[in-house]
């Protein structure tokens, strides 16, 4: 054998190795599973992977990702499925226009207002595309076994059919509305951003006590000064004895030269033991300020800060920014005598993501997805809701879950889930930028509106916001198999079998794929949902910048190969926990494949004249048999998830019993004489390095497929052959 393929003599090179083999699967053509063998009678399991940003680079978020995806759909494959993975790449619209912006000030000097919406747009998408094949081919790095024919991008045509199909279906079902709500406004990039694109940073701030006025009976506390010449009143818990006999009242007073009208509420959200347990509510500057509003019909319409966080009341405030009328007004208050104390606390900062700014919450005019509007349900095929009931989402997205035709076997998250939709405001999902999904609405000259863009004819003119990139995606599992349109791949592949994104956006888009798949199809987006954690360096901190912890998974595959990087990110982390990344663990499993190479080399050296059908004697098939168990254990681990405990088991198998014990023992066999003896563990080794192969393939699929085609027994590709 090894005249044949002298290869085995020297040490397994990764790098020689990965492209061929990956290259060899692409033209084979069987990541595409309607090339499969036997594709029409293969029951079909998919999964479509949370797309990446197109402008991003591989991270070991997405290697940690892609391994356990890879892994997941490689096994199904070979359990005979007609096993689809879905590639595709978000265009991460508000990053990216924010980094073109950038590079057009920066070379340029100009800002998008002076190149123009066509201009910018047509750049930032150009820079997107550029960008694509760099995320793409780390991905194929990865081994990842996509099917690259059903490639989607989040901004393509297919796409852009899918998003405004959806809009106007939940426009025309009266879900989709123009209204003054509350939202997180980043003065800085004047947009409206998601709470995922909010980052909390940890800053010292003062906490002020104060009356209103020498008249008001209440003192309250505060961190910001500046928005309580927005309060319309003060909260206090029912059961606060000090409080009971103001509630109800109204006061009157003029407070650093703004007048202001303060009712006292009673509130059970109100805690007793903050401050003085009393509350200024400023329901135009807080989320938590304005559902109070609701609750007691307050007015919401107070504003005192505008879009440039500048204040906007008359007096010595106006025209100040935020920090400076804070200030002013703790200035005001040490010369009225109404500052009570000033002590220094640590405050969680919103700010956002992409620009840096002190988020401000903000009463705006935008487009939203009313979540508990109820409407009929035109098809249903998710438990306990009838076709043609009525509902809303929120109770679909609820009952999704609970009637269990989405498993999340993981009860913290299914809790966190749960959590959330409880406390689901209305979705903003418009965004003042010019990249991404247009809002598909029109308006006439007379409508303000119309003032903010380029009429387009016969006095109309679209808005001029985008939607929420979250829109886009919510859409993803199903408008990657041709929806709207009524296509074989959305018949046969959805709901999707098996999605697996990091816990971070559970709630930003697990959730809101759930209610769209409701929504727009009656049907689970999915039905499992294994949430993992993040990747961590070997100390348990997250990867930074700042800290110069980061780790660049290609170097990791160049160093010591996919292969062993997948290895070492599966091995020992259940689903859900975070991974801590070490190196010499990854080195470890380098060693691991090159041990493999050296059991292959022992076996084909040692078995070239084996009779493959020769019987096995007794103490031999006590040894299959043992593999066979261990096989039966690994394929119940796979089945359900528990894939760092199948690896663990192959690892121990190969490592330690079929390397360190069988080859041993079988090196004192063939010394012997006995040929009935010699062929029987002749055919033993090939039987268990071929079903090792096979189960090890999942995991390390370029070592496994390499070593595969090598012996003089198998025909095809190992990434197709039957599970054992």
């Known amino acids: 054998m090894l005249?044949?393929?002298?290869?085995?003599?020297?040490?397994?090179?990764?790098?020689?190795?990965?492209?061929?083999?990956?290259?060899?699967?692409?033209?084979?053509?069987?990541?595409?599973?309607?090339?499969?063998?036997?594709?029409?009678?293969?029951?079909?399991?998919?999964?479509?992977?949370?797309?990446?940003?197109?402008?991003?680079?591989?991270?070991?978020?997405?290697?940690?990702?892609?391994?356990?995806?890879?892994?997941?759909?490689?096994?199904?494959?070979?359990?005979?499925?007609?096993?689809?993975?879905?590639?595709?790449?978000?265009?991460?619209?508000?990053?990216?226009?924010?980094?073109?912006?950038?590079?057009?000030?920066?070379?340029?000097?100009?800002?998008?207002?002076?190149?123009?919406?066509?201009?910018?747009?047509?750049?930032?998408?150009?820079?997107?595309?550029?960008?694509?094949?760099?995320?793409?081919?780390?991905?194929?790095?990865?081994?990842?076994?996509?099917?690259?024919?059903?490639?989607?991008?989040?901004?393509?045509?297919?796409r852009n059919k899918a998003v405004f199909t959806a809009f106007k279906r939940m426009y025309d079902a009266g879900l989709i509305y123009r209204g003054n709500r509350i939202v997180n406004w980043d003065p800085k990039g004047q947009t409206t951003i998601s709470d995922d694109e909010i980052v909390h940073e940890e800053r010292t701030a003062k906490l002020y006590t104060f009356k209103y006025s020498k008249d008001f009976p209440i003192a309250i506390a505060t961190t910001r000064l500046e928005t309580k010449v927005g309060d319309v009143a003060v909260a206090v818990h029912p059961d606060d004895a000090r409080y009971t006999k103001f509630v109800g009242k109204t006061y009157e007073a003029v407070f650093c030269d703004v007048p202001i009208s303060i009712r006292i509420v009673a509130d059970k959200e109100v805690d007793p033991e903050f401050g003085t347990g009393a509350l200024g509510v400023t329901p135009a500057h807080s989320m938590v300020d304005w559902d109070m509003a609701e609750r007691h019909s307050l007015p919401k319409d107070k504003a005192v800060i505008n879009e440039y966080a500048k204040m906007t009341v008359e007096g010595r405030l106006s025209g100040l920014k935020v920090l400076e009328a804070r200030e002013a007004v703790?200035?005001?208050?040490?010369?009225?005598?109404?500052?009570?104390?000033?002590?220094?606390?640590?405050?969680?900062?919103?700010?956002?993501?992409r620009t840096g700014g002190i988020v401000e919450p903000l009463p705006k005019l935008q487009w939203f997805v009313a979540v508990n509007k109820p409407f009929v349900i035109p098809h249903s095929e998710i438990t306990g809701i009838e076709t043609g009931s009525e509902i809303t989402l929120k109770q679909l997205m609820r009952a999704s879950v609970e009637n269990g035709d989405i498993v999340m076997p993981q009860d913290n998250f299914k809790k966190i889930y749960m959590h959330w939709i409880d406390n689901l405001h209305d979705w903003c999902i418009s965004r003042q930028i010019w990249f991404g999904h247009r809002i598909p609405i029109w308006y006439r000259e007379s409508d303000i509106r119309c003032q903010e863009t380029a009429p387009e004819g016969d006095g109309w003119s679209q808005d001029p916001d985008v939607l929420d990139t979250w829109f886009s995606s919510a859409l993803w599992t199903f408008s990657t198999l041709g929806w709207p349109d009524e296509s074989k791949d959305l018949e046969r592949f959805h709901p999707t079998s098996f999605m697996s994104p990091a816990y971070e956006i559970l709630?930003?888009?697990?959730?809101?794929?759930?209610?769209?798949?409701?929504?727009?199809?009656?049907?689970?987006?999915?039905?499992?949902?294994?949430?993992?954690?993040?990747?961590?360096?070997?100390?348990?901190?997250?990867?930074?910048?700042?800290?110069?912890?980061?780790?660049?998974?290609?170097?990791?595959?160049?160093?010591?190969?996919?292969?062993?990087?997948?290895?070492?990110?599966?091995?020992?982390?259940?689903?859900?926990?975070?991974?801590?990344?070490?190196?010499?663990?990854?080195?470890?499993?380098?060693?691991?494949?090159?041990?493999?190479?050296?059991?292959?080399?022992?076996?084909?050296?040692?078995?070239?004249?084996a009779d493959l059908t020769a019987e096995l004697i007794s103490n031999d098939t006590t040894i299959r048999e043992e593999l066979d168990a261990i096989i039966a254990d690994v394929t119940k681990d796979m089945d359900e998830y528990r894939i760092y405990l199948a690896a663990e088991k192959i690892y121990h198998y190969i490592w330690d019993r079929l390397a360190s014990e069988l080859l041993e023992e079988s090196k004192q066999i063939f010394a012997s004489e006995d040929s009935t003896a010699i062929a029987s563990r002749k055919t033993l080794l090939r039987s268990l390095l071929k079903d090792s192969l096979k189960i090890l393939h999942p995991i390390m699929p370029f070592v496994t497929e390499e070593i595969w085609q090598s012996l003089s027994e198998t025909e095809g590709l190992l990434m197709i052959t039957e599970w054992p």
């Open 3 to 158: 005249s044949q393929d002298d290869k085995f003599l020297k040490p397994y090179d990764p790098a020689a190795t990965e492209g061929r083999i990956y290259k060899a699967w692409e033209d084979s053509g069987y990541f595409n599973p309607d090339n499969l063998p036997n594709a029409d009678s293969r029951e079909p399991y998919t999964i479509t992977l949370p797309p990446p940003n197109v402008t991003g680079v591989l991270h070991l978020g997405h290697a940690y990702e892609d391994s356990l995806q890879d892994t997941v759909i490689r096994y199904q494959r070979m359990r005979g499925k007609r096993a689809l993975w879905v590639p595709g790449t978000d265009s991460a619209a508000i990053a990216t226009q924010a980094r073109v912006e950038k590079n057009i000030q920066k070379e340029e000097g100009k800002s998008r207002h002076d190149i123009g919406r066509e201009e910018l747009v047509k750049r930032v998408t150009q820079f997107a595309r550029e960008s694509e094949t760099t995320i793409l081919n780390q991905v194929r790095r990865m081994g990842a076994s996509l099917d690259w024919s059903r490639y989607a991008f989040t901004l393509d045509d297919a």
């Open 330 to 353: 703790a200035e005001w208050l040490r010369s009225e005598g109404l500052m009570e104390k000033e002590e220094d606390i640590s405050q969680n900062v919103s700010t956002a993501e």
């Open 507 to 609: 709630p930003l888009w697990v959730s809101r794929m759930i209610l769209m798949s409701g929504f727009h199809l009656g049907q689970v987006p999915f039905k499992t949902v294994m949430i993992h954690g993040l990747v961590r360096d070997s100390k348990g901190r997250k990867f930074s910048k700042s800290i110069g912890n980061g780790i660049d998974p290609i170097e990791m595959i160049d160093k010591f190969g996919a292969d062993a990087l997948r290895m070492g990110l599966l091995v020992g982390t259940a689903i859900g926990n975070d991974v801590k990344f070490d190196e010499s663990k990854i080195k470890g499993y380098k060693n691991f494949a090159n041990k493999l190479w050296n059991i292959t080399r022992f076996i084909l050296e040692n078995t070239e004249d």
